[in-house]
């Protein structure tokens, strides 16, 4: 593969949680152990630091804004492509949305589809105008008119958007679904002491099937369609658990409504996301609009059959895998999902074939092809 790369990775946040700033978190630390010189450029860094034995990546906290998004974005992305000139980089990588990289990985998805399908018609349309979405939309449009820049997409939907509404030629389109720690969320977790507790906890010891949504954004992740979904299924013993961390006072009187409101819990954000799976029958996940959920992935790799929408983008890596319901308010067709996942015997089929989908897309593989990329795109 040649020398060492001096790579850079640019990311506002950086930090050892989920969403973006976690995967380049994760890709910092695997780069840097696979022998390239690698310089994390960051607004703030929330990281433990380097371990001894360890050193890791060498992380440049620029500071700035962090107040007004628009201002915030703005800001962030001059100050990145200076500092990554002043460093003299051979390749850099951003998982912001910053104007100056030889790759751009598009993890949050094209931002105009996203709008589409989040929040559509005319109020939809008017949030194209304020400030905030203005400003990305613009972004985005200038990092794809770029003939410079390779796009690492993490799905093959988030791709075939990116292609078919800015005109991106394919062979600029590279896709790289995201990575899993297979031995953190793994089956044999399933039975062990933590995930007795937790349901012994929530009422649930010995009773009927648990269904589990994680992610933060209620609306956009579809909690809605997933208490309607738990009301249309005849399962009376049947919970949902949701994880995360926004207000659930909506969503409780919505369950209340539908006449399942003993049978939903709310957790709260979770550090301890593989006991939660660990204890759960099946991930359900109607999202609007995911250009890979990762919590799919997380899912499949503890052997949990997932349950998720068309708008998943995970959905398409994980194939015969997973159910996919094509429509994230078809609350009916989550329901049937869910009726057929009340059978043990299909439970445990589909949870084997989302493991082995899942062992596909260990962290080595990934780092491998990903320093392809970053050799092949440095000029």
Known sequence: MGRPLRTGLVVERYACRGGVEGIAYQVSRHLAEAGEDVHVVCRV????GPTAGNPGPKVHALGGPSGWQPLRVLAFSRAAGTSAARLGLDVVLSFSRTRHQQVFRAGGGCHAAYMERA???????LRRFSPRHAVLLAMERQIFADPGQTILCNSEMVAGEIAERHAVPRTRLRVLPNAVDLERFHPDRRGGPEPAALRARLGVD???????????????????????ALAHAPDREAHL??????????????AGEAGVADRVDFLGRRSDP???YAAADALVLPTRYDAFANVCLEAAAAGLPVVTSGANGAAGFLGDAALVVASPE????????LVRLGDPAERAAFGARARARAETAAWDRYVADLRGLLHEAAP
């Open 45 to 48: 860094d929330e990281t433990p």
């Open 119 to 125: 929040y559509p018609g005319a109020a939809g349309r």
């Open 206 to 228: 010995g009773s009927g099937p648990v269904w589990l949504l994680v992610g933060d954004g209620f609306r956009r992740k579809g909690v809605d369609t997933a208490i309607r």
């Open 241 to 254: 658990w949701v994880v995360g961390g926004d207000d659930p006072t909506p969503y409780r009187r919505l």
């Open 274 to 276: 593989e006991t939660v």
């Open 330 to 337: 078809d609350a009916a067709g989550f329901g049937a999902a």
